[in-house]
């Protein structure tokens, strides 16, 4: 079965400071890899994915993830924060064996301090 | 495209009435999600569809949830009869199947039980 772990429920940090989410994921097989975000009273949004290739992922807003098989990771990686990444953040395991349907962590809020 | 649309955006019934949420997903997607948010269990996917077709159900979590899709561009899910813990926000999401998986999220619609 797959499943994904984020092990932080909530993360603070400063504006402008680096940020890293973590995410592991269970797969038995090449995974395809997502990470969304939720603003406060919104869907979830794709920030950027994982089908193949190239193991760093550049997506929206400046963020970019790396996939690490040895680790079982996809972490998500933003140089520097502004406060209006304030969100929640999901990370999300799915491919071709599961008929379409991703497995979703419980996600991670993050806090922007100015 | 207007993106996955959700109605209504916001509702308030009293305990024991029937609740139709209703979605359109993106034109051309051929899987649709319903998922249900709340603080404490927090993004539950309840039933996906491909092609019209109910998938898995397994995440419906009584009798008195049901849901439907009678073509490609509508889906329903009821809940009858109503109770308060069903207060939660109900999203609906799709996506092109295969290698795309990524899903979109529509708004949402916050339903309140009292």
């Known amino acids: 079965a797959q499943s994904v772990t984020q092990p932080d429920i909530h993360i603070t940090v400063s504006e402008g400071a680096s940020l890293e989410l973590r995410c592991n994921y269970s797969y038995g097989a090449t995974p395809y890899l997502f990470w969304y975000v939720q603003s406060p009273g919104q869907g979830l949004q794709l920030l950027l994915k994982y089908f193949s290739g190239d193991t760093l992922v550049q997506g929206i807003k400046g963020f970019e993830a790396e996939f690490k098989r040895s680790q079982s990771s996809f972490n998500l990686r933003k140089p520097s924060v502004h406060w209006s990444d304030a969100a929640e953040y999901f990370c999300a395991v799915g491919g071709r064996t599961n008929a379409g349907k991703s497995t979703f962590g419980d996600g991670t809020t993050l806090t922007v301090k100015p | 495209d207007a993106g996955v649309i959700q109605s209504p955006r916001h509702e308030v019934t009293e305990m024991g009435q029937e609740v139709t949420l209703r979605c359109k997903p993106i034109s051309g997607h051929d899987y649709l999600f319903w998922y249900r948010q709340t603080m404490m269990r927090g993004l539950e996917l309840l039933i996906y569809f491909n092609n019209n077709v109910p998938i898995d159900d397994s995440g419906m979590p009584e009798d008195r949830f049901s849901a439907k899709m009678p073509n490609a561009s509508f889906s329903t899910l009821k809940i009858q009869p109503s109770e308060p813990r069903d207060s939660a926000v109900y999203f609906c999401?799709?996506?092109?199947?295969?290698?795309?998986?990524?899903?979109?999220f529509g708004p949402g619609t916050r339903l309140t039980v009292t």
């Open positions: 999401a799709s996506s092109l199947g295969g290698r795309s998986d990524e899903q979109y």
